[in-house]
């Protein structure tokens, strides 16, 4: 009966910062692996970058290397996703999901219950 939430986006411009949460609710959030996904205008789904149920592990998509940085508080139920120097490339509907299982891929079909998502716009 989980459920996930996402907070945090908005608009901003390029080189700028924006911190997304994915909050839970329900049983079982410290189970699974969770990934930050995104969605640009008319194409498909990508895997932005992903972390454990631990939190140990994570794995992330090579246009984020050395910009954003992922985290989750199992205690709150949140998993948080710090982007910095955005760039109007990184304009999409950033999606919070659970894994179907304990993994840590950006592979999109890889993961089963999604958020809603929410807006991220970066523009000057």
């Known amino acids: 009966q989980l459920q996930l939430v996402e907070s945090g986006g908005g608009l901003v411009q390029p080189g700028g910062s924006l911190a997304l949460s994915c909050s839970a609710s329900g049983d079982a959030f410290s189970d699974y692996a969770i990934g930050w996904l995104r969605q640009d205008a008319g194409k498909g789904r990508v895997g932005v970058w992903c972390?454990?149920?631990?939190?140990?592990?994570?794995n992330y998509a090579g246009f984020v290397k050395g910009r954003f940085t992922i985290s989750r508080d199992n205690a709150k139920k949140t998993v948080s996703l710090q982007m910095n120097d955005l760039s109007p490339e990184d304009t999409a509907v950033y999606f919070c999901?659970?894994?179907?299982?304990?993994?840590?891929?950006?592979?999109?079909?890889?993961?089963?219950?999604w958020g809603q998502g929410i807006q991220v716009t970066v523009s000057s």
């Open positions: 999901a659970r894994a179907l299982g304990r993994t840590v891929v950006v592979d999109p079909d890889e993961y089963g219950l």
């Open positions: 972390i454990s149920n631990s939190g140990l592990n994570t």
